[in-house]
């Protein structure tokens, strides 16, 4: 986290206040590694959804400075629109995202800004459509759908832009399991084409199996930001930020095994071995 080069955001003493006087983050300093699967979490109201609609350009830092790929953060409208395109933001409420008619114009309506082709438009609109399996309900109101069927929608107007970034605001709310396992699997097939991948969620367990980096926020301050093994294993930090344990943490707490500081395991095969070597 320290390698400039290797960082996608640089945040310095950012700090964000609501027009009602709300300082909902205060003096952020942080950066983010590209290509990192990272975990953004803290209780309800501990400034989540503010610091990602600030990496995403919608709002501006009251004060500090954010920057994308060294560059400044700017809030002029041209300048916005590139970055949204850079940084795709899938929100938790998918109805504040849906703005088209129909599933096909809500895909092609990014695209047609982005290429200014309507045949580039139409082709990829169709590849995008026929990737997320979305052709049998292409020409229905976004309005019409099942939450499971608006988040893939939503997810995928957002890639259809290839974005650098994709940060998700509590992805797996409203999803059933088989959505919320088929939304992963295209965040993994992301993160694999070397894109960074920001999740707030609650499931403390899918954040430690499945993120490298944790960013963990309490009443708008940094608590902490690290390896992720290392910051979920710290039970102690944890239940200051009133967070519970992973539960392969709990586990062996619960086991009286020491966890292995510089290698915690991070799977249950891995917590499987561990629980067998001290048998
Ligand atoms: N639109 C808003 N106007 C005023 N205060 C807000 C607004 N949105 C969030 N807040 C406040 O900012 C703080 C952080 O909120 P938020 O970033 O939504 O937290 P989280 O996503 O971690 O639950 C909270 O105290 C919340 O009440
Ligand atoms: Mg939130």
């Known amino acids: 986290m320290a390698d400039r080069a290797n960082n996608i955001f640089e945040l310095r003493e950012v700090s964000y206040c609501y027009p009602n ?4 983050l205060k003096n952020i300093n942080i950066s983010i590694t590209r290509g ?11 400034g989540k959804s503010t610091l990602m609609l600030l990496l995403n350009g919608i709002l501006k830092p009251t004060n500090g400075s954010i920057q994308f790929e060294n560059e400044l953060i700017c809030h002029r409208r041209k300048a916005l ?3 949204h395109q850079k940084v795709g933001f899938l929100f938790p409420n ?22 200014k082709d309507e045949n580039l438009t139409r082709k990829k609109t169709e590849e995008i459509i026929s990737h997320f399996d979305l052709k049998q309900i292409q020409h229905k109101s976004p309005h019409q759908l099942s939450s499971g069927q608006k988040k893939m929608v939503c997810l995928a107007a957002i890639l259809a832009m290839e974005p650098e970034v994709i940060i998700c605001d509590e992805p797996a709310s409203h999803l059933d399991y088989k959505s919320e396992q088929l939304l992963f699997v295209h965040l993994d097939r992301l993160n694999k084409m070397g894109k960074t991948i920001i999740i707030s969620t609650h499931n403390i367990d899918q954040a ?23 910051v979920l294993s ?19 707490n619960e086991l009286n095994i020491d966890i292995p500081t510089n290698n915690p395991p991070k799977t249950k095969k891995d917590l ?3 629980i067998y070597l001290n048998r």
């Not at 008619?101 to 695209?111: D, H, K």
């Not at 430690?208 to 290392?230: M, N, R």
């Not at 710290?234 to 062996?252: D, G, M, Q, Y």
């Open 36 to 46: 990192a699967k990272v975990a953004l979490l803290g209780e309800n109201g501990a």
């Open 272 to 274: 499987a071995q561990l």
């Open 234 to 252: 710290n039970s102690k930090l944890l239940k200051e930020v009133n967070i519970p344990s992973p539960t392969i943490i709990s586990l062996l």
């Open 81 to 83: 629109r590139k970055l």
């Open 94 to 115: 998918s109805d504040d995202q849906l703005i088209a008619p129909t599933v096909y114009e809500e895909i092609s309506f990014g695209l047609m800004n982005l290429y």
């Open 208 to 230: 430690y199996e499945w993120t490298d980096e944790t960013i963990l926020l309490h009443q708008s301050q940094l608590k902490a930001h690290g390896k992720t093994t290392e």
């Open 21 to 24: 006087d709300e300082w909902a």
